[in-house]
């Protein structure tokens, strides 16, 4: 069997220039980085042809089975452009962290892939690096504007910009910086999170164009003064010199898939730590060249698509058409209790039992407004009864699920799927509506998604936490979102506890403000902002061969 690799180079794609053109984008606003891959000039892209109807591809949650949300949305795109509707993509760019970590590369898999498949999962082009350089300048900033004085009186202690880096580093996440004398700086504790949980690249999706990237820049909130004020990186004049990094990497990229479907693959926030869409701007690119746009959010619908409408639509102004909730039987049986190496045995009851996880995502985003369909992707080892037992299941909860076999066949093994969602975009069904109003405090907000969402009892915040949040509502703040950081393989903060679970705490160990992205962190449980590597990870699998080809990148 081909490895998703080697169906990648196989492929023959065309000339990024004639996918541009193909979607009307003028030369003039086509920047290429060699053959296959382009930044595209927002500004210069012409006339919209109207409004694209938006399709938001969501999943249950994730577990080591897999659920294949990338390789759907991709699929799902294919399948619309192969009956004859003009589809675009619109999707996160892939981290190194999880690419050299657990999960691997993000670009779909099978025949359903973004390409080149390589170079989107390695350094692509050079927007996370850029990311990672505005976050760290700033870092630096700081430090040297204590060392020459501190006119602004921070106080050291105070300090809550840390830095970040896009690998998995356990070692790094708390640290004791700036030893070694007066020359050094000022000791102090501090420690790096990884470069997709950065505010930064939050600012870089959510921002409207580069006028507004700098204006979100210089509201990065960094540290505080002796008095208790905040200090911004405006304050610091560091954002003018950020955006001067990130004025190339705030344009979307465009490639294609295997079968030439454009797609624009830019910014990156994890779904479990930040709010885990792609760039607003790549997305209202998308609606305004295609008359469907397939996007995705991160992980399970419980972070991801809560995110997506209650973060970026209500930012951005985006009203979704309809959703695609993604399972597999292999995950379903999962979170109905069967061990990994027990999958292949046909069990309808284990089904049943872990059903009750799709189905809460069913009533979550159907709660948003959205109308949904369940896209089973179909592995071989699937028994028809139990497929028939998860279209029972979704046809109980009002909606309609249907078997995708794309990863093996491409758009033409999720035509079906595409002929429903079509349909249910086309109907004008939806009537989204995020889940809280602006003016609710933030406390509240943040119970509101634990309740609703998540089916919590209640919250525990500690009293610091509470007064924090009081303080962020003083100070004009209490207008935002909340952007909930718990572990993705559960509804609850306890990654064991799977399928749907309900009467738990969810236990909130610390908040962060955004002020520049726009919103609240709330850090749920045992989750860190910068992941570990696992026993083995998938870098102890990567080699260039004797014709200089990399393998091992999945």
């Known amino acids: 069997m081909q490895t998703d690799i080697e169906i990648s180079r196989a492929a023959t794609l065309r000339p990024i220039g004639e996918v541009a053109a193909r979607l009307g984008i003028p030369d003039g606003a086509v920047e290429s980085y060699g053959r296959y891959k382009a930044k595209i000039d927002p500004g210069a892209i012409g006339v919209p042809r109207g409004r694209g109807k938006l399709i938001l591809v969501t999943a249950i949650n994730p577990t ?16 619309l452009t192969l009956t004859g509707r003009r589809a675009v993509l619109a999707l996160r760019e892939p981290s190194l962290g999880p690419c050299f970590g657990t999960k691997g590369g993000a670009t779909g898999g099978g025949r359903a892939q973004v390409a080149p498949m390589e170079e989107i999962n390695l350094h692509f082009t050079g927007d996370f690096h850029a990311v990672t350089a505005a976050h760290n300048l700033l870092a630096a900033m700081i430090d040297n504007h204590v060392h020459w004085g501190n006119t602004l009186d921070i106080d050291v202690r105070r300090v809550t910009w840390r830095r970040v880096l896009d690998v998995n580093d356990r070692a790094l996440r708390r640290i004791v910086q700036s030893l070694g004398g007066a020359a050094e700086g000022f000791p102090r504790e501090s420690g790096f999170d990884i470069t997709v949980a950065s505010e930064v690249m939050a600012i870089l999706c959510l921002a409207r164009d580069l006028d507004d990237l700098q204006d979100r820049l210089g509201r990065i909130v960094v540290a505080s003064t002796r008095d208790r004020r905040p200090v911004t990186a405006r304050d ?221 009892r209640d919250v525990d915040a500690s009293p610091v936490i509470r007064r924090q949040l009081a303080t962020w509502e003083a100070a004009g703040h ?77």
């Open 478 to 554: 209490g207008g935002l979102p909340v952007c909930m950081a718990k572990t993705q393989y559960s509804f609850s903060a306890d990654p064991g506890l799977v399928g749907a679970p309900t009467g738990f705490t969810l236990p909130v160990r610390e908040v962060r403000l955004a002020a520049g992205a726009g919103f609240v962190v709330a850090i749920c449980g045992d989750l860190m902002t910068m992941p570990g590597l696992p026993r083995v990870p998938a870098a102890e699998g990567m080699r260039l061969n004797a014709a200089g080809e990399i393998e091992g990148l999945s």
């Open 64 to 79: 080591p089975a897999g659920e294949g949300k990338t390789t759907t949305s991709i699929g799902l795109a294919d399948a």
């Open 236 to 456: 610091l004049k560091a954002d003018g010199a950020m955006a001067v990094l990130l004025r190339g990497a705030i344009k979307p990229n465009l490639v294609q898939t295997l079968e030439g479907t454009p797609a624009f693959v830019h910014g990156g926030p994890f779904a479990n730590i930040a709010h885990g869409c792609n760039s607003v701007i790549a997305t209202r690119a998308a609606m305004a060249l295609g008359d469907y746009v397939v996007t995705e959010a991160g992980f399970g619908a419980d972070l991801g698509a809560e995110k997506f409408f209650d973060i970026k639509c209500r930012q951005a102004g985006l009203s979704p058409d309809a959703a695609v909730i993604v399972a597999t039987v292999r995950a379903l049986k999962m979170n109905g209790g069967v061990a990994k190496g027990d999958l292949g045995h046909e069990d309808v009851g284990a089904v049943q039992r872990g059903a009750a996880n799709l189905r809460r995502h069913l009533e979550n985003v159907r709660s948003f407004g959205v109308p949904a369909v369940v896209a089973i992707n179909g592995f071989d080892a699937d028994t028809t009864a139990e497929l028939d037992s998860v279209r029972e299941l979704a046809r109980a909860a009002g909606s309609e699920a249907i078997v995708c076999r794309h990863w093996a066949e491409g758009g033409a093994g999720a035509v079906e799927l595409a002929e429903a969602v079509a349909a249910l975009a086309d109907g004008g069904a939806a009537r989204f509506a995020p889940l809280y109003p602006d003016e609710m405090p933030l406390f509240d907000k943040i119970e509101r998604v634990a309740k609703r969402i998540y089916r919590a």
